[in-house]
């Protein structure tokens, strides 16, 4: 069983004391978990009603944000910010994973480093947050933990997408397209400048603090000039 400590350092970490520890420590009881130690329930029911929870404060944050942002744009914004992938990061970032109440099995499978094990606890917590405090208190943890990776999708629809976009309008013609990476700079302040080259020929440039942000910057420029000028002839048909 989990001692004070690690419900403390959760409670800090959601920015929420539990009037009810025994919630939170259900919150993060595994199936397993609960099978090897006779319990009756394990975090199942309470990450159903979290994710349900979740949906929606994202969209009420995104309803009252964006006024103009279509419903269509809203899906895509939540969508990206309520997955297991993101929900994962987010259980990493707040210190969720030493605290999960797992089977020896799990344990021993790295069950603790799943992201669908951490994003479904994410979600259980969440449910128990809006069991003892309402709506209102998960709000206030969208609005502390979430809302920076809102606004970056939600202002910038598809940035993300961009290689994956570019990717595919180029393979309707045949043709990939291959980056190529330059860095400079000291290790704690590096900057990097990509190229998009399409048979021979760069297609679009980028550059950024990281690898992937460049990669992403020069495939924007590429999928413009992609869509003005069409796929540049091959080198050899040049």
């Known amino acids: 069983m989990l001692d004070d400590g ?11 004391d539990f009037a009810d520890r025994e919630l939170l420590r259900l ?22 009603l979290g994710d349900a929870v979740l949906q929606l404060a994202v969209t009420h944050y995104l309803f009252a944000t964006y006024p103009d942002l279509a419903e269509g744009e809203m899906a895509k914004v939540r969508a990206a910010v309520v997955n297991e992938r993101t929900l994962a990061a987010m259980a990493r970032r707040l210190g969720v ?23 479904d606890v994410v979600e259980s917590i969440l449910g128990a947050v809006y069991l003892e405090a309402g709506f209102e208190a998960v709000r206030s943890i969208i609005d502390a933990h979430w809302a920076v990776l ?9 940035r993300r997408d961009y290689k994956t976009r570019l990717q595919e309008d180029l393979a309707r013609s045949g043709v990939r397209p291959v980056y190529e990476v330059d860095e400079e700079g000291p290790e704690h302040a590096k900057r990097f400048t990509a190229r998009v080259v399409v048979d021979g020929q760069v297609l679009g440039t980028g550059a ?3 690898k992937k942000r460049a990669e ?11 869509a003005t000028n069409g ?6 048909d040049a």
């Not at 919150?27 to 159903?48: C, I, N, Q």
């Open 231 to 236: 796929v540049p002839p091959a080198a050899d």
């Open 27 to 48: 919150a993060l009881v595994h199936r397993s978990y609960a099978s090897e130690e006779g319990l009756s329930e394990s975090y199942e029911r309470l990450e159903f």
């Open 216 to 226: 992403q910057e020069a495939a924007e420029a590429a999928a413009a000039a992609l």
């Open 208 to 210: 950024g603090t990281s």
């Open 97 to 119: 994973a030493d605290a999960i109440l797992l089977g020896r099995g799990e344990e021993l499978t790295g069950g603790r480093d799943k992201d669908s094990i951490l994003s």
């Open 150 to 158: 809102i606004d970056e999708r939600a202002t910038h629809p598809g």
């Open 6 to 16: 690690a419900l403390d350092r959760l409670e800090r970490a959601f920015a929420h």
